[in-house]
């Protein structure tokens, strides 16, 4: 079994940053790949980014590309995003997810596990 714990979010102004931080405890195995996700109001959930310790593959949405950034600290089996230059179109609860149960890193339903989410808005 896997926990993982958002924090982070909150609310900044448009052009503002933010950094997001998913500590996750469990099978080590299962924490190889996580991913960021983000889910507006009457929108579906949608990827943002994903990171692959075994194979050091970094993925994006290309809304969010050259603006947000992926990270981990293995040591600490904490993943971080670092999203800058936030636009109103950012808000939303932003999840992360680990466990992939097959490799499509960008699909919401190929993750096991899944955190309690935190919430961005950020105001124009």
């Known amino acids: 079994q896997v926990q993982l714990v958002e924090s982070g979010g909150g609310l900044v102004q448009a052009g503002g940053s933010l950094r997001l931080s998913c500590a996750a405890s469990g099978r080590a195995f299962s924490t190889a790949a996580m991913g960021w996700f983000r889910q507006a109001p009457g929108k579906e959930r949608e990827f943002v980014a994903a990171?692959?310790?075994?194979?050091?593959?970094?993925y994006y949405a290309d809304s969010v590309k050259g603006r947000f950034t992926i990270s981990r600290d293995n040591a600490k089996n904490t993943v971080y995003l670092q999203m800058n230059s936030l636009k109103p179109e950012d808000t939303a609860v932003y999840y992360c997810?680990?466990?992939?149960?097959?490799?499509?890193?960008?699909?919401?339903?190929?993750?096991?596990?899944w955190g309690q989410g935190t919430q961005v808005t950020v105001s124009s």
């Open positions: 990171h692959d310790r075994s194979n050091s593959l970094i």
């Open positions: 997810a680990a466990g992939l149960k097959y490799t499509n890193y960008r699909a919401a339903h190929a993750y096991v596990y």
